[in-house]
């Protein structure tokens, strides 16, 4: 999928932009707070009708506006148009429309614009809880799998009314109900986790190869309770639990996914450099899943690339990225010179935006 130019009111601190891009490199560069990841995350409300941050709508605001609006033409590589609108007003909340209708459903919306974020803010995968790890697989298998996004609503719905039931004294009529309901939800959730990780397990080994010359061995790993029992049987087991506790003591809201390093825990045996690399593999081996669609290559955004990151690993990303796999490519820093000569030295051709005080110049 490229995005071929972007129209940005009002959106953090960009007041009246509009941007038309090339479908290979395009590089934002100046200095920090000037704008540059803003319209990374412009492009991502696009694609996914939020922000790769953890601002609310209302945050991403304009200073002193009300409302913001973002515009954008897609063509998908079988050339197939497709306009995007999100706008967000303080009084009417968030819309977004495709091709002129607006979504009944903002998930409606996900996988149409698959879109991969390599950032800083990925170490929370590492470093944070499961919560986090959990999430970013969510993310990513809602793009792959519409299935396991409805799946997911329908647990998350009946995982917080079986809680607020824990703490009214339910009766067991009542929690077998929800029990069936977690239980069918959680069957399919299992099974895409599990087939989502054997599939990207391999490539993040590939990958972090690459961009460390084999220096060590990564690994990654799903861990549930349900690869013992079945939740429903879980549940029982755990009843008297959950009454003490008063909400839901196990399921697939509890999984987790271990990181290794030469078979350690990467968090604490992993460098910096180390942690940064095998993030970078995971992004890549999730924009290799998702581009699988043969017309729906993903947009990769990379922000502030130079992060943790020493040159030489740098540099063989972007010779990477450059191959014929990967399709458009949106990235920030804040030196232009040490961007453009890395960039050159990889042989890459690119467009090149200089950004001042949400401006691009």
Sequence with gaps: MILDNISILNFKNIGDERLTLTS????????????KTNILDAV?????????????????????EESFLLDGTFLSDDQRREQVVCAYTSRGGKTLKRNGKEYDKLSDHVGLIPIVVVSPADTALISDSAEERRRYFNRLI??????????????????AERNKLLKTNPSEEMLLIYDSMLTASADVIYRRRTEVVEQMRPLVAKYYALLSEEREEVGMEYRSELSESSLDKLLLASRQKDFVNEHTTCGVHRDDFTLSI????????????????????????????????????????????????????????????????????????????????????????????????????
Excluded: W
Excluded at 48 to 55: C, N
Excluded at 143 to 159: G, N
Excluded at 264 to 281: E, T
């Design 142 to 159: 809602s793009q792959l799998d519409r299935a396991y996004m409805a799946a997911l609503i329908r647990y998350t719905a009946a995982l």
């Design 262 to 361: 030469n078979d350690f825990p990467l968090r604490k045996y992993g460098s910096q450099g180390q942690q940064k690399s095998f993030l970078i593999a995971l992004k890549l081996a999730e924009y290799t899943l998702l581009a699988e669609h043969p017309s729906k290559r993903p947009i990769l955004l990379l922000e502030d690339l130079f992060d943790k990151l020493d040159m030489r690993r740098v540099a063989q990303l972007l010779r990477l990225v450059g191959g014929e796999m990967f399709g458009q490519i949106l990235i920030t820093d804040c030196n232009k010179h040490r961007l453009q000569r890395t960039l050159d030295e990889a042989g890459a051709e690119y467009k090149l935006f200089n950004i001042s005080e949400g401006k691009a110049l």
């Design 24 to 35: 290979g490199i395009n590089c934002f560069v100046g200095d920090n707070g000037a704008g």
């Design 44 to 64: 991502h409300y696009l694609a996914l009708a939020k922000s790769m941050h953890t601002l609310t709508d209302r945050q991403s605001v304009r200073h002193g």
